[in-house]
């Protein structure tokens, strides 16, 4: 169950490892605007806009694997495969942000999928 929680703990830290760009692209726009940062976020283009699409796909991401993680404990299900899987969903979604600012959409998408199916595999487990 450890491996599991760590890399829960990893997921968690996703979403704000993934804002360093967006903030260094929204800074690029003449300064990181805190008093109205949605707004301008709205105005980036180019690898901005794609660092923040991929910054809230990863909340997006988390609510799913979280789920699937907390099934698994709920369930006292957690074993080799779900410790396996959940390894296997942080590392698609690391390179999946990492694809995402290089604009290489395919191998994204195939980072995607993978993440998201080693979720179900987590809660699949459960059954």
Known sequence: ???????????????Y????????????LGGYDNAHPRAQQ???TGL???ALAGHQN?????IVF???CLTAIAT???????STLAIVHVVARAAYHILYIKGLSTLRSLSWFVAI??????????F
Do not use: H, Y
């Open 17 to 28: 490892f993934a804002k360093g760009p967006v903030a260094v692209a929204m800074a690029k």
């Open 42 to 44: 709205s105005q980036l």
């Open 117 to 126: 199916f080693s979720s179900f595999g987590i809660f699949w487990q459960a």
């Open 76 to 82: 006292d299900n957690v074993n080799s495969t779900v």
């Open 66 to 68: 979280g789920i699937c």
């Open 48 to 50: 901005g806009a794609r």
């Open 1 to 15: 169950m450890q491996t599991l929680l760590i890399c829960l703990f990893i997921a968690l830290l996703l979403p």
């Open 58 to 62: 990863a909340f997006e991401s988390l």
